[in-house]
């Protein structure tokens, strides 16, 4: 699956993150990647593939960054890609992957937390 596929199937414009956001896989933290796109309707991250990559369908995730202490826990998502992701020059030796997730029956305490993010953090892509 390419990227261009990825985009047409989208449903909501994308913000890119201007910020250092990150994403982490819950319960076992073991996937932590930096937030590249968000949207209302779904995410996507690049986090260091060593050999826990692929995933299941459905996913809980945090999103995070030390700029206002910004946390979103326990977010229900579920993955729509994982595919590899672009080489990093200074980072040879370690697989970069893209996962796209689909955000999932979001409370009402996340949804305003996110619209808070989107109003503070992103930029139009």
Known sequence: M?????????????????????????????????????????MAFEYPAYDNYGSTASVEVDIFSHIDDFHVSRVQCEVVYDIEGPAHPSFSDIQFRRCGLQFRALSDNNTAKLESFFDSYAALG
Do not use: A, C, Q, Y
């Open 2 to 42: 390419n990227e261009d596929s990825v985009e047409d199937r989208r449903k909501s414009r994308r913000l890119v993150v201007e910020e250092t956001v990150f994403v982490t896989f819950r319960p076992e933290f073991n996937k932590i990647g930096r937030l590249k796109d968000i949207s209302r309707s779904g």
